[in-house]
C-alpha cells in the first residue's frame, strides 16, 4: 500500500484554467504539507495543516488554496493558473506538528502551464 | 544567500570512491533532515538528527550544532547511490527550509 499517494501524477493545461492536486496518506499522521519544487530542484514549503487546521502559510499567492476535509487528505486546488506555476508539488506527511518529525513524501505532482 | 548551503552543487565519482557532501545553515533549528530524490522524482528521508552522528548502512550522518554545519558520507559508493540528496534544517520558526541539493553521479 502506498502510504502517501497524490494524483494526477502529470497535469498539463491551459493558462487561466483552474485545477487541483489530490493527496492522501494511509500512515496515520496528524500533519501533512505541501512543497513546490522549481526547475532548479528547489523545494520550498507551501503550506502545512496538523488536524485539519493550517499552520503554515507561506507567501503563497492567494490563488493557492489548500483544503483539508480530513487528517488523511490534503487537496491543492490552483485558480487562474499561471506559466510561473509549471513545477513539481510535493506532499508530505509526519506525525507531530514540528518539521523536526520525520516526514514521508508523496510521488509528486508535475503541472504544466502552457 | 540562502539560509541553507549545500557543497558542492555536482558531484561525480568513481565506484568504490568515500563522499562528503556538506551542509552549512545560518538559522536557528530543531532538527536537519538528510533527503535523497532519486532520477524518478521520488523524495525519501535518510536520517534526521539535532546531534552527533547517525549510520544507517554504508550513509552516515554528522552534525555540529555549534558551528552549523552537517556532513553526509557515502562509504563504498555505488552507482545505485546516484540520486539528488538534500540537506533540510527544521527551523525555530517550524518549517523546514530546504538547501539547493547536491547532484551525486557515481560510475562504476
Known amino acids: 500500500d502506498t502510504a502517501v499517494s497524490q494524483t494526477p501524477k502529470y497535469l498539463v493545461t491551459q493558462m487561466g484554467n483552474d485545477k487541483s492536486i489530490k493527496c492522501e496518506q494511509n500512515l496515520g499522521h496528524d500533519t501533512m504539507y505541501w512543497y513546490k519544487q522549481d526547475s532548479k530542484k528547489f523545494l520550498k514549503i507551501m503550506f502545512s495543516?496538523?488536524?485539519?487546521?493550517?499552520?503554515i502559510n507561506e507567501t503563497v499567492p492567494n490563488r493557492f488554496s489548500p483544503k483539508s476535509p480530513d487528517k488523511a487528505h490534503l487537496n491543492l486546488h490552483i485558480n487562474s493558473l499561471e506559466l510561473g506555476d509549471s513545477a513539481v508539488y510535493f506532499c508530505a506527511s509526519s506525525q507531530g506538528r514540528g518539521s523536526y518529525n520525520e516526514q514521508f513524501f508523496g510521488p509528486g505532482t508535475r503541472l504544466t502551464v502552457l | 544567500k540562502n539560509e541553507v548551503e549545500q557543497s558542492p552543487q555536482n558531484l561525480t565519482a568513481q565506484e568504490g570512491e568515500f563522499i562528503t557532501i556538506n551542509c552549512s545553515y545560518s538559522?536557528?533549528?530543531?532538527?536537519l533532515h538528510w533527503l535523497q530524490q532519486h532520477p524518478g522524482g521520488g523524495i525519501v528521508s535518510l536520517f534526521m538528527?539535532?546531534?552527533g552522528k547517525k549510520k544507517h548502512g554504508r550513509l552516515i550522518a554528522t552534525i555540529n550544532i555549534q558551528e552549523k554545519h552537517s556532513s553526509l558520507h557515502i562509504t563504498a559508493s555505488h552507482p545505485r547511490d546516484s540520486a539528488v540528496y538534500i540537506c533540510?534544517?527544521?527551523?525555530?520558526?517550524?518549517?523546514?527550509?530546504f538547501g539547493q541539493g547536491t547532484t551525486l553521479q557515481v560510475k562504476p
Open positions: 538559522v536557528g533549528i530543531s532538527a
Open positions: 538528527l539535532s546531534s
Open positions: 533540510a534544517v527544521a527551523s525555530n520558526t517550524g518549517k523546514l527550509i
Open positions: 495543516y496538523n488536524n485539519k487546521e493550517l499552520i
